[in-house]
């Protein structure tokens, strides 16, 4: 086990010097000054257009632990499960390997609001999938209206629309599961409990308008350099958020801007790549710790004192 963690470790720090470098490779054809100046050029309107979809796709996220509680049988009001999910996903998306960063601040909030390791784990799993519900349902859907974007990575309209309707044929596949089947699935050396297929529906449209969302927010700062299409934006985000899932570099750093700016390439790119770094990942870090901070001194404040008190159930300690 202590080289399996020595091993991921690492693979991780290896993974971060890659993107360092992929990162140094991309900015050093800018200067700082030409970096600066992109970024003071986008308009207030954009800037704020951006800010309403990262505010959107944070909401969306939000559904994914709103979903999941009833997945495990556990439903919880939704002021909790927002609460859970934001200062787990602000910290996570920031600190990398979201599994298991955002996993233990989730952990936390619901281990006090009465779920079992067991439902936690169901939950983080079931939030996982419906991320990679959303990002194949987008990409699918991107590759089918604009085939000829496969272009860029090497791929002719006709594979492109192939892919496409693969990965469309994954989510529709999970849901005709849920539908007609009942029970748990067996995968490997895992059962997985099936959810009901609205929850199934659900998870797949929240999983692809967050994805929607995210890529409008960087969409919304790109324009102010020029008139790039919205599906080329969606595009390039995919494809380097999948590399920055895969790398498990925290945030993404380098990685997606590395990907993006290959597809995007100008200075103009690099302020708006800049500016999404703020928007959806440190602006949203900026309150999620403090909130997360906060609640941990409530929590440990209502907790019942060592001196022969019954402890209060979990729902007594949820707050209002």
Not at 246 to 254: A, I, K, R, T
Request: net charge positive; aromatic share 10%; with cysteine.
């Amino acid at each position: 086990m202590a080289a399996k963690n020595l091993l991921l470790r690492g693979a991780i720090a290896l993974a971060i010097c890659i993107a360092l470098y992929l990162l140094y490779r991309s900015f050093s054809h800018f200067t700082l000054e030409e970096v600066s100046q992109s970024i003071g050029a986008i308009p207030v309107e954009r800037f704020g257009a951006a800010l309403g979809f990262a505010a959107a796709s944070y909401l969306c996220l939000s559904g994914f632990d709103a979903l999941a509680v009833r997945y495990v049988g556990k439903p919880l009001p939704y002021r909790q499960t927002l609460l859970a999910s934001f200062c787990g996903l602000s910290i996570g998306h920031n600190v990398g390997i979201a599994a298991l960063s955002s996993g233990a601040v989730r952990y936390r909030f619901y281990s006090r609001w009465g779920l079992s390791a067991e439902d936690i784990a169901k939950l983080i799993v079931f939030c996982g999938l419906t991320v990679a519900l959303g990002l194949l349902t987008l990409a699918g859907i991107y590759l089918l209206l604009q085939p000829e974007a496969g272009r860029q990575v090497g791929l002719s309209e006709m594979v492109s629309s192939g892919l496409g309707v693969a990965l469309l044929a994954v989510s529709t596949a999970y849901l005709l599961a849920a539908v007609f089947l009942r029970g748990s699935v067996h995968l490997w050396k895992w059962d997985v409990d099936l959810p009901v297929w609205k929850i199934a529906l659900a998870q797949i449209v929240v999983g692809t308008i967050n994805f929607a969302c995210v890529a409008a927010c960087l969409h919304q700062l790109l324009s102010a350099f020029g008139e790039p299409a919205y599906l080329t934006v969606a595009s390039a985000y995919v494809t380097g958020n999948l590399a920055s899932l895969v790398s498990h570099v925290p945030g993404g750093l380098g990685v997606l801007e590395a990907t993006i700016l290959y597809v995007l390439p100008g200075t103009g790119a690099i302020g708006a790549l800049v500016a999404f770094r703020v928007v959806y990942f440190f602006m949203p870090l900026a309150i999620g710790l403090p909130l997360f901070l906060a609640s941990e001194a409530y929590f440990r404040m209502r907790q019942p004192k060592e001196n022969g008190k019954t402890p209060r159930s979990h729902e007594a300690m949820a707050p209002n």
